[in-house]
């Protein structure tokens, strides 16, 4: 009889452990997959480019190297692409700011960096970012100089 509740009390012990385990595991993946469970205090920021090649869909949004948000939705309007950032509450952004994909080291990812302004208005949920700047295609690039077109 005591052997079964000491059998019991060990399952219910590992289970446990089991369990705690399993929610942190889930809350690191989460974490550094930069998920978001719930929307999140976040506004969403438009921004139209002649090309994004090489932006993805949850690349970082940063200002002065510190990330605040991060690349929500990229899709088509006309003729240019159309960018949709999440940028954090709090981080004021302005209708003078100028948005740019750059790209960390020379074949590394690529983000969006924003300068915010400061005399414009202040840009609220569903604003446009009106400057924008393409990244550098560093195929075409080479391509031109292969092929003599540099300028």
Known sequence: MVGVMERGKLEFTVGIFVLVGVICLGYLAIKLGKLELIGGDYYELNAEFSTTSGLKHGAS???AGV??????HIGL???????VL??????????DAIASIKT??????KFMELSPGGAGELLHNGGNIQDTESGIDLEQVI???IHGTVE
């Open 86 to 95: 999440a940028v954090q509450d709090g981080i004021p952004v302005y209708s």
């Open 77 to 83: 309007k006309e003729d240019l692409a159309l960018v």
């Open 61 to 63: 949004v940063e200002i």
């Open 104 to 109: 960390r080291g020379i074949i590394g990812e």
């Open 67 to 72: 990330e605040v948000g991060r690349v929500k």
């Open 143 to 145: 391509s031109q100089y």
